[in-house]
Structure formats: C-alpha cells, structure tokens
C-alpha cells in the first residue's frame, strides 16, 4: 500500500527564516507527486506536480525538489501569509486516486 | 478560487440521519473525486468518477454512495449517520484521468450530533 510520511508535524519559523518541509514515500510505480497548500476550514490549494527525480518547480519563496524516495517543499524568506499546513501527496495511478500525507502546519511570526 | 462548488458549506444532523453533499465541477473537468478529512485521518479518497461512470473506490463505508450526473455535478450520500462521520467533505475535479491536477472545492463541513 502506498504510504506518504511528512516531517515535521508542525514547523515554527520566524518571518525570513528559510527551512524545508519534507515528503517521504513508499509507493510502486510513482507516476507524480502534488504539494498543496490548506488554510484552515479551507480546501487545498494546488501549488506543484512533479513526475521524475531530479525536477525542479518554484513559484514565489516556494521551491519544490523530488527524489527518488522524497521531495522536499523549500520555503526562503518565509512571510507571515506562508502560514499554512503544506499537504504533499502521491499518484501511482493504480487505482487513480491521491494518497495525501498528513500534512505539516507551518507558522511564521512577524 | 479553484472554480469547483460545493454545497452546503455547513450541515449540522444527527445520528441515523441521511444527508447529500452536491459538488459542481469546474467548467470543461470531467473527472470528480470526493475525499473526507478528519483530524486524525487527514484526507482520504473515497471515490472517483469519469464523465458518469464509476472510475475507482477507496476507502468509502457501505452507507455511503455517490453518482454523477449528465451535467458532470455529483452528489454524495451519506446515510445512517453516525458520530464518527462527521469531518470535512471535500470534492476535487480534474480534465480526465491519471495525472492531472487535481482542484479542490471549499468543502462541506458535516458535523453529526
């Protein structure tokens, strides 16, 4: 069964300070990888797919990496608006659905 | 706005009851997919249709069921309630099948008393 495990839990940062969020997977066959974002009471976001190891997609102080077994969300120079839980999930395309990972709620203060 | 609806936004019920989530996709997607999220559960699929047909399950209860009409809405049926399906309901809709993006609507939040 697929599994997707994110680390850390939850993520304190002061505004500016760059960290990585991290996505590791256990899947057969990944097909593609989708970082979202979620506010609260709110749906996610869409923000990246990635298909292979070794891409590369940014957009804003978000970057989002992929390996073989991980992919990290890299945020620089966070602001307050970047609090949020990042959600990263996986497509193998066995059975055509997302497996999401429980998410890490992000928090910047100004 | 990712341009999926979803209605109500709020349904409050009680236990044995049956209730119905409707979802409208985005203009031009075929493919809708409803997930659940609890706190402890996160998001989970519960299942996916293409153009009015079934197209996978997941972890969806025997008292749920869904369908998708010729218009491309869906609904969502939840029946004998109980406490423990109370959560966040979600709808995505995507263009077709495999890989494409998936775009989640605002959600409907059930709480079962």
């Known amino acids: 069964e697929d599994q997707v495990t994110q680390s850390p839990e939850a993520l304190r940062l002061q505004e500016g300070e760059s960290s990585s969020l991290n996505c590791s997977y256990t899947?057969?066959?990944?097909?593609?990888l989708f970082w979202y974002r979620q506010d609260p009471g709110k749906g996610p976001e869409f923000l990246f797919t990635?298909?292979?190891a070794g891409e590369e997609k940014e957009k804003e102080r978000l970057k989002a990496t992929l390996t073989k077994k991980e992919s990290f969300l890299h945020i620089t120079a966070p602001k307050p608006e970047d609090s949020a839980t990042y959600l990263c999930?996986?497509?193998?395309?066995?059975?055509?659905?997302?497996?999401f990972g429980k998410g890490i709620t992000l928090s910047v203060r100004p | 706005d990712s341009g999926v609806t979803q209605t109500p936004k709020h349904l409050i019920t009680a236990t044995g009851q049956r209730v119905t989530l409707r979802c409208s996709p985005r203009?031009?997607?075929?493919?809708v997919y409803w997930y659940q999220q609890s706190l402890d559960q996160g998001l989970q699929f519960l299942i996916q249709y293409y153009n009015g047909e079934e197209r996978a399950k997941g972890n969806i209860l025997e008292r749920f069921s869904a369908q998708q009409f010729p218009d491309l809405h869906s609904e969502l049926n939840l029946s004998s309630l109980e406490l423990g399906d109370s959560a966040l309901y979600f709808c995505a809709s995507s263009v077709g099948l495999g890989t494409d993006t998936q775009y989640f609507g605002p959600g409907t939040r059930l709480t079962v008393l």
């Open positions: 999930a996986v497509f193998t395309g066995a059975n055509s659905k997302l497996t």
């Open positions: 899947v057969s066959g990944l097909r593609g």
């Open positions: 203009s031009g997607d075929l493919s």
């Open positions: 990635l298909y292979s």
